[in-house]
């Protein structure tokens, strides 16, 4: 999602409203002085999106509706809602399409679906089940003036079993931690897993064949369409009035020329197979010395066994360990020794058909040349109907192996793209499964997020806290033996700004689903220092430039100096002591 413009409305002649204000493509700026009227604006983003924000009592009484332009993979959405305490909202789609909407749940599964993000029944805190709802979400994306900076995700709504969690699973595409119906869901899970598996394997037959008709060829569709493309320009040039029998003739040596690199490219990989092969006899002779040296070394443990005076007793241990390992070592021997055989076979194969595929060019290019030489006898005509029949017979040869080609592209892409699906099915039984609530991906994706929030902590030069951080709950940071609720001041701002920072950027590195971008509510600019704030601006300024997203955050003593792309809103309408953001009608 994108943010457009906003425009607030007044209620009648005394209201309160706005001309329509534009978002940066990368950063908006609310800039002015305190009790301008900054918060109620800002705060007038999320409350569209469904955040339950709670204004001072002159915007409920002075102004009538808000209106949010976004736009969502492309498509306008502008959305109306009504200043009140109670949820009232209108989305106008386009082609004029409007929809209402008079409770959270149904405004957020509507969002939700607009956003691709899953609507899953969760466990709330009072065990029943439960729906994740915009309130829920859009603390990720805003922090709020007060309670946004005093720890990394608060909601006024904190009614889902580990809901930061679930939150961040939702936008990543990750299995939810607690499904409701959890038992049912795996038994789906197992299911499709298992129809990937049958899937797999089948394709993986077919796979195995195509590579099995593309042996031959060592080119990809693209080289192969190039060379049809050539030899088609070719054949168009024979046809044409004019051609002479010098240009015939040097189409066939050109021909006679490709296929001779052919052979050579055959008879290196005869040579390459043929020197493995003696390789191979080299080491399969070397282990059977060793095989040797252990048989000798077991028949003079078993001499020994059999003298009284060393081992007298019938129960002798004193030999045991090396018995064992004289058994395990002539196994591992032994199993080199079938690999390295069957691997010799194989390679023997391989060169039996190189040369079967050597001579057949052979006699290619035997036919090409006597061809050639008998063109050369008989004249331009025979040369010009030669060469135009060996250029159609080529391009025929060549449209047969880039049909083989084509679909062998095809079936990798397709074969890794089950590969990726039975990934994706088997992180999600192992989550479903009693007692794993961690999968791989959820690892990766901690360790990353661990890495951006160091870098992101430097940025805003945040000092005073440990940097050996590690996760509880997924994904709330401990610095060291503390959280961030135990700092305190500057160190926890800048802490938990950067945290978002990290985090956006982890959520739009990774294709995560949902909103692209970072309302922040005035930092707190007295505990941090202007320079710091100014670096980590800039520092945003960069994600929104390399990632598409945006930052909206209001100001009062810093003010960052921002180019075409970005937007600086000021207040401009006269009030009682100092112009304001939002106009009053009577004056």
């Known amino acids: 999602?994108?943010?457009?413009?906003?425009?607030?409305?007044?209620?009648?002649?005394?209201?309160?409203?706005?001309?329509?204000?534009?978002?940066?493509?990368?950063?908006?700026?609310?800039?002015?002085?305190?009790g301008c009227g900054k918060t109620p604006l800002i705060q007038s983003i999320p409350f569209c999106l469904g955040f339950p924000t709670t204004f001072r009592n002159d915007i409920y009484e002075r102004c009538s509706h808000v209106v949010l332009?976004?736009?969502?993979?492309?498509?306008?959405?502008?959305i109306k809602r009504i200043y009140s305490r109670d949820v009232d909202i209108e989305v106008t789609e386009k082609n004029n399409i409007k929809q209402r909407f008079y409770n959270e749940q149904d405004y957020s599964e509507y969002l939700f679906g607009l956003l691709d993000?899953?609507?899953?029944?969760?466990?709330?805190?009072?065990?029943?089940?439960?729906?994740?709802?915009?309130?829920?979400?859009?603390?990720?994306?805003?922090?709020?003036?007060?309670?946004?900076?005093?720890?990394?995700?608060?909601?006024?709504?904190?009614?889902?079993?580990?809901?930061?969690?679930?939150?961040?699973?939702?936008?990543?595409?990750?299995?939810?931690?607690?499904?409701?119906?959890?038992?049912?869901?795996?038994?789906?899970?197992?299911?499709?897993?298992?129809?990937?598996?049958?899937?797999?394997?089948?394709?993986?037959?077919?796979?195995?064949?195509?590579?099995?008709?593309?042996?031959?060829?060592?080119?990809?569709?693209?080289?192969?369409?190039?060379?049809?493309?050539?030899?088609?320009?070719?054949?168009?040039?024979?046809?044409?009035?004019?051609?002479?029998?010098?240009?015939?003739?040097?189409?066939?040596?050109?021909?006679?020329?490709?296929?001779?690199?052919?052979?050579?490219?055959?008879?290196?990989?005869?040579?390459?197979?043929?020197?493995?092969?003696?390789?191979?006899?080299?080491?399969?002779?070397?282990?059977?010395?060793?095989?040797?040296?252990?048989?000798?070394?077991?028949?003079?443990?078993?001499?020994?066994?059999?003298?009284?005076?060393?081992?007298?007793?019938?129960?002798?241990?004193?030999?045991?360990?090396s018995s064992a390992s004289y058994s395990k070592n002539l196994l591992?021997?032994?199993?080199?020794?079938?690999?390295?055989?069957?691997?010799?076979?194989?390679?023997?194969?391989?060169?039996?058909?190189?040369?079967?595929?050597?001579?057949?060019?052979?006699?290619?290019?035997?036919?090409?040349s006597s061809e050639r030489n008998k063109t050369i006898e008989q004249g331009y005509t025979t040369a010009l109907v030669d060469a135009i029949s060996e250029i159609k017979y080529s391009i025929f040869e060549l449209q047969n192996k880039l049909g083989d080609v084509i679909d062998l592209e095809k079936t990798e892409k397709n074969h890794f793209k089950l590969l990726l699906e039975r990934k994706t099915a088997y992180e999600n039984v192992q989550s479903l499964s009693t007692g794993r609530v961690n999968i791989p991906e959820l690892a990766r994706l901690k360790a990353n997020l661990r890495e951006l929030?160091?870098?992101?902590?430097?940025?805003?030069?945040?000092?005073?806290?440990?940097r050996d951080i590690t996760f509880k709950d997924d994904f709330v940071p401990i610095l060291g033996k503390e959280n961030i609720k135990q700092l305190k001041g500057s160190t926890r701002s800048r802490a938990i700004l950067a945290y978002h920072a990290a985090l956006l950027q982890l959520l739009t590195e990774n294709k995560a689903s949902g909103f692209k971008f970072l309302i922040l509510d005035t930092p707190k600019q007295h505990e941090t220092h202007v320079h710091d704030l100014d670096r980590f601006i800039k520092a945003l300024k960069d994600l929104c430039e390399n990632l598409g997203i945006q930052i909206v955050f209001s100001t009062t003593e810093y003010r960052y100096l921002g180019d075409e792309m970005d937007k600086e809103w000021n207040p401009t309408y006269p009030g009682a002591e100092q112009n304001m953001f939002l106009r009053a009608e009577s004056s």
């Open 1 to 34: 999602m994108k943010l457009i413009s906003i425009q607030v409305f007044a209620i009648g002649s005394n209201g309160l409203s706005s001309n329509v204000l534009e978002f940066g493509r990368d950063i908006t700026q609310l800039y002015g002085p305190n």
């Open 69 to 78: 332009k976004v736009s969502i993979d492309g498509n306008p959405l502008s």
């Open 117 to 321: 993000i899953d609507f899953p029944y969760l466990v709330g805190n009072n065990n029943q089940a439960t729906k994740p709802y915009l309130s829920t979400l859009l603390p990720i994306f805003y922090t709020d003036q007060d309670e946004g900076y005093s720890n990394i995700y608060y909601s006024q709504a904190n009614f889902i079993k580990d809901q930061f969690s679930e939150m961040i699973r939702l936008l990543l595409r990750l299995p939810a931690k607690n499904y409701f119906e959890k038992k049912k869901k795996m038994i789906s899970a197992k299911e499709r897993l298992s129809d990937l598996d049958r899937r797999i394997e089948v394709h993986s037959r077919k796979l195995e064949s195509t590579k099995e008709a593309c042996k031959d060829i060592n080119k990809n569709s693209s080289e192969i369409e190039n060379e049809i493309s050539q030899l088609t320009s070719e054949f168009e040039g024979l046809k044409q009035a004019g051609s002479s029998e010098d240009e015939a003739l040097n189409i066939l040596e050109r021909m006679i020329s490709k296929k001779i690199s052919e052979v050579r490219k055959i008879e290196n990989s005869i040579i390459e197979l043929k020197n493995r092969t003696k390789s191979t006899s080299k080491i399969v002779h070397e282990i059977n010395t060793e095989i040797e040296t252990l048989n000798l070394n077991e028949e003079a443990r078993r001499v020994f066994l059999s003298i009284d005076e060393i081992c007298g007793s019938t129960n002798c241990q004193l030999f045991s360990p």
């Open 332 to 368: 591992y021997l032994k199993d080199q020794i079938k690999d390295l055989e069957r691997n010799s076979v194989s390679d023997q194969l391989r060169v039996s058909e190189l040369q079967k595929r050597k001579d057949d060019i052979e006699n290619e290019i035997q036919e090409l």
């Open 453 to 466: 929030y160091l870098i992101w902590l430097e940025k805003i030069h945040t000092s005073n806290i440990s």
